[in-house]
């Protein structure tokens, strides 16, 4: 599986799966979650809305999928990170469960690309070096027949950073 590093917009990459930091109501929120739900129309919040009607919220480090709507992408994976509490412990099983049941997720659907925010690091302060170490570990122990790129899509320069440095040890 290749991994990949852009900084970009999310909501702008072609891939067969992106990822949206949701949060568990998922209808929409700010940062990813408010950018994915604009630019992907109203399709996106009516097939959230289906899915709540079915099992209530989502619940952290679970993850459902809906089509992308006028996104570029075929299908949009909300996962619900964890807000930092200083729980290193439980925050870190939290978010490697994000990822986790993601890539599963986006193997069930045949993805062969699928491109992952930085989740829980913008509104949600989980510490972005601590999270970035984490997205990486679960994306390389991950092993698919299926799924053959991973794009983590970084929205500010420090996140880039800190992933370009992982990465490359």
Same mark, same amino acid.
């Given at each position: 599986?290749?991994?990949?590093?852009?900084?970009?917009?999310?909501?702008?990459?072609?891939?067969?799966?992106?990822?949206?930091?949701? @949060?568990?109501?998922?209808?929409? =929120?700010?940062?990813?979650? =408010?950018?994915?739900?604009?630019?992907?129309?109203?399709?996106?919040? %009516?097939?959230?809305?289906?899915?709540?009607?079915? +099992?209530? #919220?989502?619940?952290?480090?679970?993850?459902?999928?809906?089509?992308? =709507?006028?996104?570029?992408?075929?299908?949009?994976?909300?996962?619900?990170?964890?807000?930092?509490? =200083?729980? %290193?412990?439980?925050?870190? #099983?939290?978010?490697?469960?994000?990822?986790?049941?993601?890539?599963?997720?986006?193997?069930?659907?045949?993805?062969?690309?699928?491109?992952?925010?930085?989740?829980?690091?913008?509104?949600? +302060?989980?510490?972005? &070096?601590?999270?970035?170490?984490?997205?990486? @570990? &679960?994306? #390389?122990?991950?092993?698919?027949?299926?799924?053959?790129?991973?794009?983590?899509?970084?929205?500010?320069?420090?996140?880039?950073?800190?992933?370009? @440095?992982?990465?490359? #040890?």
């Amino acid at each position: 599986m290749k991994i990949e590093l852009i900084k970009d917009d999310i909501t702008k990459i072609e891939a067969d799966a992106i990822v949206n930091a949701a @949060n568990s109501s998922l209808l929409g =929120g700010g940062g990813v979650d =408010g950018a994915i739900h604009r630019n992907g129309g109203k399709q996106i919040l %009516e097939e959230c809305i289906e899915i709540r009607n079915k +099992q209530g #919220k989502c619940k952290t480090g679970e993850a459902v999928v809906t089509t992308a =709507g006028n996104l570029p992408a075929k299908y949009v994976i909300h996962t619900v990170g964890p807000v930092w509490n =200083g729980d %290193e412990e439980k925050g870190t #099983k939290l978010l490697a469960n994000c990822y986790k049941n993601s890539l599963e997720l986006a193997e069930s659907l045949d993805v062969k690309t699928i491109a992952f925010p930085n989740i829980s690091t913008g509104v949600y +302060q989980f510490p972005k &070096e601590l999270a970035a170490k984490i997205a990486i @570990n &679960e994306v #390389k122990k991950f092993k698919s027949e299926i799924l053959e790129k991973v794009i983590f899509v970084c929205f500010d320069e420090e996140n880039e950073e800190i992933y370009r @440095n992982l990465l490359e #040890k």
